[in-house]
């Protein structure tokens, strides 16, 4: 038998305990031993709820047994969870996590302690909820170079914008919906700025370069500027806008982002709708793969988390190897990143004249629900030539937004 314990009986920790407790006789079968939950870290009390006869309020009574193997960390931020992932490690504990934002902060700290302890950190979860995706580039592709990681990471925007396109809402109407689903956070910063999703393709690009990718140095932009008008512009051109991660490797070095992009119709990512999260993955041999599936939620999540435990248990008593090191990785400026943009103008013909004299290569495109201005599809531009570009139109006209396409021909 193995024991374990939970750090955190929120949506996720909750959702682990079920997922145990539930499925316990495969779990049994296919760890080769039982899984029991030994304690539940929480400051709350459950009174109604049978977790409150494993419940402490103390991660001493956790650190201090012995008998604990397997400590999962469910709780949400950074410092704290640091503090007692790191006890836990330095214990001699397997350790596994859902927490994104603390293995972007402290992931190859942790996974030295890890080594040097010979347990394991662990932390499936902490990208695409219950995609396997992690697991894949650590084992599956390890004789791959990987060229690109590209994802929808986030259930929350990808739902909003769903819903934009499908039925013709605001943004913030839909916001206020998927709140009251539980899809998005009271305080849902995180995830319409992009930073959730930052920090996602930052773990992705440290598994699939073996350095360290600093979530902080990454061009991250949210979709909290998109209006119904842009989704009637990509109508107009056959696409969608979707909220991606993307991570290159070329032959000048890494370069990432996270922003909207306009995706066409026949893009791998463009019928990824509601709260689902895809990751599309292309290595130099194995070509291209997608990975699909339920991104965020208590079941899904979990189901990720306790497939970690499992791995725990067949590996008590050895250190599983992630090809991640602490040395820096350094990310392109993405001054040099080449793209395609789709820049709206208020105006009419004088206007659309100076910005084609301008974008020279450009197309202009109009839509019957917004008479008073156009839109211009540039040709490929750099980002630092793009911004330039609209920084001049800006002078003499009022540029409305922009939404950045492939650079594709």
Known sequence: MVNIAILGFGTVGSGVYEVVTKNNEVITRKAGMEINVKYVLDLREFPEHEVNKVLTHNIDDILNDDSVQVVVEVMGGV??????????LEKGKHVVTSNKALVAAKGPELLHIAKQKNVNFLFEASVGGGIPILRSMNRSLTADVILEVMGILNGTTNYI???????????DDVLKTA???GYAEKDPTADVEGYDACRKIAILSSLAYGKTANFEEILTEGITKIT??????????KS???????????PEGISAFVAPMLLPKNHPLSNVNGSFNAIFVKGNMVGDLMFYGRGAGSLPTASAVVSDVIAAARHKH???DVDWTAEKMEILSNDHME???LV?????????KKALALFKNGEIITINEAKDEFAVITGIETEKTLSEKIEQLSKDMEVRNRIRMEASE
């Open 79 to 88: 410092d704290v969870p640091y503090q007692f992932v790191k006890g836990a």
């Open 161 to 171: 914008l769903t819903e934009m396109t499908e039925n013709d809402l605001a943004f």
């Open 179 to 181: 709140q009251e689903l």
């Open 228 to 237: 119904k008008t842009d989704i009637c512009y990509a109508k107009k051109c």
């Open 240 to 250: 969608v806008i979707k909220l991606v991660g993307v991570s290159k490797n070329s």
């Open 318 to 320: 050895l250190h599983v």
């Open 339 to 341: 793209v395609k943009a």
């Open 344 to 352: 709206r103008i208020a105006g009419g013909e004088a206007e659309q």
